[in-house]
């Protein structure tokens, strides 16, 4: 397989040096700009051509942008538009560095388009070997077992949100679907008590608990599903390693019951991460090999069509109005655009996701 390593030469000599040996280690062929001499056309017709002559393109983004070429853009940025279109992408982001504006704004741009592309983080020339290491070698198993249907994930996503809960008791459900399909998980698996017991505590004494303490906690196994629930609060995980995370969409009151403020914005926001934030560590843990390269999230709010949304601002301003509405529906469900995301996004964009598909809900809901 050859790998084209795209980056600004300056400063990340050792880098691209460790992302060659990287590759190599693998047995791929690694291919850079100066690879491919001189060249009838322009210098950057030699360095496109290096990129659509590839089968993966590893781009390493640290503090400086680069020259700008007649397009405006950077030679590493026009790499990078031209790969995304072709082939898969691996982007790997040095931390710990003081990035110039206009490369600030291309790691936005890269962690905004995430459809296809491998997203890691390094600080040492050893830290980028591993990471890259990693990546094309998950880039491979998810290769061998066929081609990422991004349809076929968000079905299955839409398919596992659940039913419409009581009036009164208002749910929020984040499911991560992903792929490529494939069983991740042998029913003897499922059906073990250490993966029920594993689930059980992250998500109790996790760093973000979706589970109450202080509530009875059973498991069951129903089909080809893990199920840890609560009577307000759930986490399953099947097979094909899809899981679904449901939360209450209100605030409790100190004595337990449900406050009346209504859809409180920030509590909607936070309740989305701490799911994603789970889903991801949950597939960390049934498919330590990552097989399953990329994911689909799905957002529902279920059982709150009556309920009105405001800032905490808002409710503290105003805390003895209760909002309300008439005719809102019960079942609200909204995906990202594109809806197929790198599975790093769960670890390292949490927050924004859940940013976005608080927005999504939130105009649903307000319509």
Known sequence: MKVFVSSVIGGLEPYREAATQAIRTLAHEPRMAEDYGASPGSPQETRLRGVRDADATVLLLGPRYGARQESGLSATHEEYREARERSPVLVFVQENVEREAAQDEFVREVQDWTSGQYTARFSTPDDLRVAVTRGLHQFELSRAVGPIDENEMLVRAQERVPAVHAYGQAALSVVVAGGPRQQVLRPAELEAQSLSSTLMQEALFGSTPILDRACGTDTKVEGNTLIVEQDQASISIDELGTVVITQPAMEASSGGRWASSGLIEETIRDRLEYGLLFAGRALDHVD???RLSDIV?????LGGGYLGW??????????????????GSNRVVVMLSPARRNRAALRFEAATMAEDLMVLL????QT
């Open 310 to 327: 405001r800032t905490r601002a808002e409710h503290m301003a105003d805390p003895n109005t209760v909002p309300g509405r008439i005719g």
């Open 362 to 365: 939130r105009r649903e809901v």
């Open 288 to 290: 330590q090999p990552k």
């Open 297 to 301: 999230v799905v957002a529902a709010l």
